[in-house]
């Protein structure tokens, strides 16, 4: 069955869309831990990160240091940290989360952001792409 993520690729799921390339993709968590936090994740599926080729990890970190640029010009931050867990959702993916102090990395927030907000950040971060 095809994860949540490759549904969102797929376009069966929507989301609030950051970045895309030809094999990856960069999109706001549903639920964030600070305004901001964006997933990036290859299109094509693949459970575990760290299974992934050496070839395929490099393109897919190459494209988040350009997320996480672009998230550091629109969301001011003090670091834009990055973090692999996977234990919710079997597709491979690097959390980035613009965080002020350390412990604005903490797994157990979870905003609920309205819609619009969560539009007009991704639309924010998509603009600051090069
Ligand atoms: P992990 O698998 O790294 O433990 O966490 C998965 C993350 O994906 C969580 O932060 C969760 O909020 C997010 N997430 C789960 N389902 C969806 C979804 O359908 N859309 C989006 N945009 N994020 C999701």
Redo the contacts with the bound molecule.
């Keep these: 069955m095809a994860s ?2 490759s ?2 690729v797929a376009g069966e ?1 929507p ?2 869309k950051v970045a895309e390339d030809e094999r990856h993709m960069a ?7 600070a305004p901001g ?1 964006t ?1 990036v994740i290859p299109k094509q599926e693949i459970d575990y990160l760290f299974d992934m080729s050496d070839e395929d990890y490099l393109a897919l970190e190459l494209f988040a240091k350009r997320v996480a640029k672009a998230l550091k010009a629109a969301m001011p931050c003090a670091r834009v940290a990055e ?8 597709h491979a ?1 690097i ?1 980035l989360v613009p965080i002020q102090t350390e412990a604005d990395m903490n ?1 157990r927030n ?1 905003l609920s952001l309205p819609g619009d907000d969560m539009a007009s950040i991704a639309a924010r971060i998509a603009a600051e792409m090069k």
């Design positions: 949540i993520f549904k969102i799921i989301c609030y999109f706001l968590d549903i639920n964030p831990m936090h997933l973090a692999v867990l996977g234990m919710e959702v079997p993916h959390h797994f979870k």
